[in-house]
């Protein structure tokens, strides 16, 4: 084999639509929700994360399964956990914890599957230049000569605009596709570039305004929350800044509270994956906010921040 491990994947960008038809064809593929791998197949096998730390003694059943597949290849996939019919990003998190006899528990309780969308090498032969559709070609090829079953799976792929749009219908979003991956047909495999482009599935939901960062009447951006069965508010997201209209607007309405609230002397992170705390203000918790997110939640709380649309008059926080 000629890649080792680290190898940088190739990267998207996000974008807000559907790109317009152009001169050269596209290929659109579902953005599974779970974690970006390059998976090395053969006699030394090695699960490697985006980041290029080595995910193996986590997934011990993957990491079994790329050595038992019989042919020296370079998989670029995305790493998911099954459970209840739908992709569990919360899941897959917990198992990237566990080592030893734990990760093999794990594995069999809740075992990972493989999302495969491109090949960079197989057989000794670096596909990194041939255009994507034939790279593709290489990778059904394999899963057809290899019979692939479970933990491998073909990520579905289209060139028909109609059909992907179909794919960002937020019904799949509530079963783990946050979205689409449009990319060049004939584009080689740039590895560290932002040569892909990412769609995610967004909707609207409602959202108590529980607080602020900045001043509360200069708000920067907003903390979210709901209520939960037994009437506390618990906190599900935050926004991403706020414009200046909306700022203005809100300033004007928004009430500071006191140790009266149930966030007064709580921490939470300031972002996701770290520990340092956010410095936010808590507000009088009557406001209702209509917002815009994509798929991506985990027990309730929206991964990615939401956008603010507008204040709901007509609902109260009891209808949220």
């Given at each position: ?220 951006s907003l903390l979210f929350g709901r209520l939960d069965p037994a009437g506390r ?25 006191g140790p009266e609230h149930p966030w007064y002397g709580r921490r939470f992170p ?19 906010a209509e917002i815009d997110a994509d798929t991506a939640v985990d027990l309730g ?20």
């Open positions: 084999m000629h890649l080792s491990p680290p190898v940088e994947p190739m990267l998207a960008r996000s974008v807000t639509a559907l790109p317009s038809p152009g001169a050269r064809p596209v290929l659109f593929e579902q953005k599974a929700d779970g974690f970006r791998v390059l998976v090395f197949t053969g006699p030394k096998p090695y699960l490697q994360s985006r980041r290029g730390a080595d995910l193996g003694p986590a997934f011990p059943e993957i990491v079994r399964a790329a050595a038992a597949l019989g042919v020296e290849a370079v998989v670029d996939a995305e790493l998911v956990v099954l459970h209840d019919n739908r992709l569990d990003f919360t899941a897959l998190q917990h198992r990237a914890r566990f080592r030893g006899a734990r990760a093999e528990r794990a594995g069999r309780e809740q075992p990972a599957h493989l999302i495969t969308f491109d090949v960079l090498e197989v057989t000794g032969t670096v596909l990194m230049d041939q255009p994507l559709h034939q790279r593709r070609g290489e990778l059904e090829n394999l899963f057809a000569s290899l019979a692939l079953a479970a933990p491998w799976a073909l990520c579905p792929q289209t060139a028909d605009a109609a059909t992907a749009r179909t794919w960002l219908d937020p019904a799949w979003g509530a079963a783990g596709v946050e979205g689409l991956m449009i990319k060049d047909s004939g584009s080689r495999y740039r590895p560290g570039e932002r040569g892909w482009l990412k769609l995610r599935t967004r909707t609207t939901a409602e959202a108590i305004i529980g607080a602020v960062t900045g001043a509360v009447h200069a708000p920067r508010l618990r906190l599900i997201g935050r926004s991403t800044p706020l414009s200046r209209p909306a700022a203005t607007e809100l300033g004007a309405v928004l009430r500071p509270a300031a972002g996701w994956g770290t520990t340092e705390p956010l410095v936010f203000h808590p507000v009088v918790p009557d406001l209702v709380t929206f991964r990615h921040p939401v956008r603010y649309l507008r204040l709901r008059d007509d609902m109260t926080p009891g209808d949220v």
